[in-house]
Nanobody, 122 residues
Framework: VQLQASGGGLVQTGASLRLSCAAG???????VGWFRQAPGKEREFVAA????????SYADSVKDRFTISRENRKSTVYLQMNNLNPEDTGIYYC?????????????????WGQGTLVTVSS
């Protein structure tokens, strides 16, 4: 199973970005999550979406600014990021869960992509 995240870049504070995750042809039965890792910090949970998009969850730090969604016919999961700030800087990874619903625990995600870099300047 291969996942590929894309859409990162360098933006200014307050800008928006949309990340995409090609989650694989068989991903429609699995939950998918987004995680990020800032320089010198541990990887942290950002958001997750269930197999059919019916359940979503977010880290408190991104709630009301980020939106996760998916298009199963395209095997793609999106992360719309609005009102970005420098604390959002990091490498963003998408990951595919074992089950149809998942949460913030990285142990639930056996499959990971390579990540895409997001840099927010002040």
């Amino acid at each position: 199973v291969q996942l590929q995240a894309s859409g990162g870049g360098l933006v200014q504070t307050g800008a928006s970005l949309r990340l995409s995750c090609a989650a694989g042809r068989t991903s429609s039965n699995n939950a998918v999550g987004w995680f990020r890792q800032a320089p010198g910090k541990e990887r942290e949970f950002v958001a997750a979406i269930s197999w059919n998009g019916g359940t979503t969850s977010y880290a408190d730090s991104v709630k009301d600014r980020f939106t996760i969604s998916r298009e199963n016919r395209k095997s793609t999961v999106y992360l719309q990021m609005n009102n970005l700030n420098p604390e959002d800087t990091g490498i963003y990874y998408c990951a595919r869960a074992r089950g149809a619903v998942s949460g913030s625990n990285t142990d639930q995600y056996p499959y990971w992509g390579q990540g895409t870099l997001v840099t927010v300047s002040s």
